[in-house]
């Protein structure tokens, strides 16, 4: 493989009320980059949290997105652009405050999309993360 892939699973075996068969990861390092799978507020291992709270369900995304960029060999100062997706305008507030409070003085940059849905209906955001480890921390 042309780069280093982590946390592979296939799809099939996370949606299985689906008819999928995707072989996916968690974590691509390519060189100095690192891109994460979409984080929700689901844990690690699956399970969901913060049903019908947008805050919990962001700040979950962000102790994954934390755990990953670091499994990675990154950390959350690395972070250089985010796309946040959430469901509702009403919890613009709520998911940016949790996410700000772990990316308090990274500074990256920003996209927020207003949308109809995420793969679970009990998700309500989503957050896609792109890092870049600084030549000679990594």
Known sequence: MAHTRLRKFNTRETYPEQKLDNDLCMVVRAGNH??????????????????????????????????????????????????????????????????GTWLKGVFPCSTGLIINGLARPEWVMEIDVQAVIPEGEG
Do not use: W
Request: hydrophobic content about 35%; glycine content about 10%.
């Open 34 to 99: 690192i891109f994460l799978r979409g984080q929700v507020g689901q844990t690690l291992d699956g399970r969901t949290v913060g049903v019908g709270d947008p805050g919990a369900q962001a700040d979950q995304a962000m102790r994954n997105v934390k755990q990953l960029l670091e499994e990675a060999g990154s950390k959350l100062d690395h972070i250089c652009k985010i796309t946040v997706y959430i469901t509702d305008r009403a919890y613009r507030e709520p998911v940016y405050q949790a996410i």
